[in-house]
Structures are given as structure tokens and as C-alpha cells.
T-cell receptor, first 110, second 116 residues
């Protein structure tokens, strides 16, 4: 299974943009890039996903490198509620299994 | 908004006892997943169902864990006997269908198990 590499932790000031990086150098051509986040004491929740093109939704934006070996989750304006562990996950082709790593713990400073 | 339901939310048991967790997925979701999350780590898949059939249970410790989804709706995960190392959060998730690799999973709040 293709692996992802994320920083263990990041900090951001409230109301500023946050760029969460993810490296996935062994990604295959049909692997989707998913982002989930897990708030304290809750189950993970879906944030965004993409294949090749950049994606935007109400929660975040996903910027995918042209060679697809890295991606960046962008929170346009961090709030205290965005403090969570963010997981970058590649979904295995032909299956829906999500292989979570340890993610990036985002701290938002008031 | 529809949610995945899990019960109980917390369970404390003694080593060698049996425990069971229940999950009710979002209505109409054909695929159901059970994950285990040890403190400080990401969730790990234990078993995946498509309707009532097991699709993947390669990471399920079958000597003590069992899972069923008899009518293809709700599901039960059982541990017998429980061991100290089973202390973890047990998460249930569901998704609408098993096709392609872009299916969004919806997670329940989890059951936190403590084995004494």
C-alpha cells in the first residue's frame, strides 16, 4: 500500500491560513488522495479528496502537485474548532480501505 | 443529518471477560467498517462488510475477535476473552457503496474500551 508522510505537528494562529503538507512519492496512477480529520474524543470526519486536479469545498482546498507525489490541505482561515489531527490517506485502487498513519496534529493559537 | 450510531460509548471490563460493541450505520449504506484506534495512533481497519458479507478481515485477530452483520444493516463486534492490549477506541464507519476508490466513509463516535 502506498504510504504518506506528514509532519507530526503544526501550529497556526487563529484566523490565518494553514497549509498542511503530505508527501506520497509512491502513489499510483489511480490512487485517490483523501483528507480526514479527527477532533478530540470524536471519530474521524471527511474533509476533502481529489485525484489529479485541485479541489475546493466548504471546509478546505486541496492542492495536488503536478506529479502527484505531494499534496497540501489548505484551511483558508483557521478557527479554534479546526484544532484536530489531520490524516492524509491514499485509497488503494479497487478498494475502499483507508490506511491511516499518525497524521498531523494541528494546534490553533488564539 | 444522518449519523453512524455506536453503543456503548464507554466500556470497562476485566481481563478474560467478553465484550460486545454495536454499530448502526447510516441508512442505505452497504459498506460497514470496524476500526481499532490505539491512543496516539491512527485507526486500523479490523473488518469490512459489503452488505452481510465480509470483504476484508485480514487484520482481525480471529482467535478472540468476531464480527457479524447478519441482515446487512447493523453490526456487532465481539471480543472474547478480552486482553489488556485490547484497550483502545473501537470505531465504526459506513459508506454508500463499494466502487472505485473515492467512497467517503462516515464515522461514528466510537466505543472506548478499557480492560483492567
Amino acid at each position: 500500500d502506498a504510504k504518506t508522510t506528514q509532519p507530526n505537528s503544526m501550529e497556526s494562529n487563529e484566523e490565518e491560513p494553514v497549509h498542511l503538507p503530505c508527501n506520497h512519492s509512491t502513489i499510483s496512477g489511480t490512487d485517490y488522495i483523501h483528507w480526514y480529520r479527527q477532533l478530540p474524543s470524536q471519530g474521524p470526519e471527511y474533509v476533502i479528496h481529489g485525484l489529479t486536479s485541485n479541489v475546493n469545498n466548504r471546509m478546505a482546498s486541496l492542492a495536488i502537485a503536478e506529479d502527484r507525489k505531494s499534496s497540501t490541505l489548505i484551511l483558508h482561515r483557521a478557527t479554534l474548532r479546526d484544532a484536530a489531527v489531520y490524516y492524509c490517506i491514499l485509497s488503494r485502487t479497487g478498494a475502499n480501505n483507508l490506511f491511516f498513519g499518525t497524521g498531523t496534529r494541528l494546534t490553533v493559537i488564539p | 443529518e444522518a449519523e453512524v450510531a455506536q453503543s456503548p460509548r464507554y466500556k470497562i471490563t476485566e481481563k478474560s471477560q467478553a465484550v460486545a460493541f454495536w454499530c448502526d450505520p447510516i441508512s442505505g449504506h452497504a459498506t460497514l467498517y470496524w476500526y481499532r484506534q490505539i491512543l496516539g495512533q491512527g485507526p486500523e481497519l479490523l473488518v469490512q462488510f459489503q452488505d452481510e458479507s465480509v470483504v476484508d478481515d485480514s487484520q482481525l485477530p480471529k482467535d478472540r475477535f468476531s464480527a457479524e452483520r447478519l441482515k446487512g444493516v447493523d453490526s456487532t463486534l465481539k471480543i472474547q476473552p478480552a486482553e489488556l492490549g485490547d484497550s483502545a477506541m473501537y470505531l465504526c464507519a459506513s459508506s454508500p457503496f463499494l466502487s472505485g476508490s473515492a467512497d467517503t466513509q462516515y464515522f461514528g463516535p466510537g466505543t472506548r474500551l478499557t480492560v483492567l
